[in-house]
């Protein structure tokens, strides 16, 4: 629906968690601080955020357009790593009870797989979302990257 992102406009500390490596057996993660500043355009059919993680040394934003045709959300990410593309193709969803669901077929390493982003445990000051990766079209998933968001204080 029109507005389902409107829970995360405003200014969010980041907590993230990124398998080091993907799609390779691992379990070992890296943690770091990040910072994420959202607004919403086109009355909420429109939302846009923009993530800095300093002790990484990039920057990333998202830009999440609804369909009202479709009743569906198209996601895109890029980062200062790749400043110049979006992530082509888009993850593509809806919340259902809560929790929004995204996907896409992609590429990673040259491996086909899926990718999913769900966005869950949502409220007026927290916001979980994670990224997970499938090589056999969605039967079994890694989740390799998970962001906890917690909102700063209006000054």
Do not use: C
């Not at 500390?13 to 601080?33: C, I, Q, Y």
């Amino acid at each position: 629906m029109i507005g389902d992102f409107d829970f995360y406009v405003g200014t969010w500390d980041v907590a993230n968690r990124r398998l080091t490596k993907r799609l390779a057996g691992s379990d070992d993660w890296e943690e770091f601080p990040a910072v994420s500043v959202a607004r919403s355009f086109f009355a909420g059919a429109g939302n846009f955020d923009e993530i800095t993680f300093p002790t990484m040394g990039f920057s990333g934003a998202t830009v999440r357009l609804f369909d009202p045709a479709t009743e569906l959300w198209s996601l895109y990410w890029t980062s200062s790593v790749t400043p110049l593309a979006l992530r082509d193709p888009p993850v593509v969803g809806r919340f259902v009870d809560g929790v929004g669901e995204f996907f896409a077929d992609d590429t990673f390493d040259g491996v086909p797989i899926t990718v999913r982003f769900r966005w869950s445990d949502i409220s007026a000051t927290t916001a979980h979302w994670e990224q997970a990766f499938s090589v056999d079209r969605g039967s079994t998933w890694e989740t390799n990257w998970i962001m906890d968001s917690t909102r700063r204080e209006a000054d």
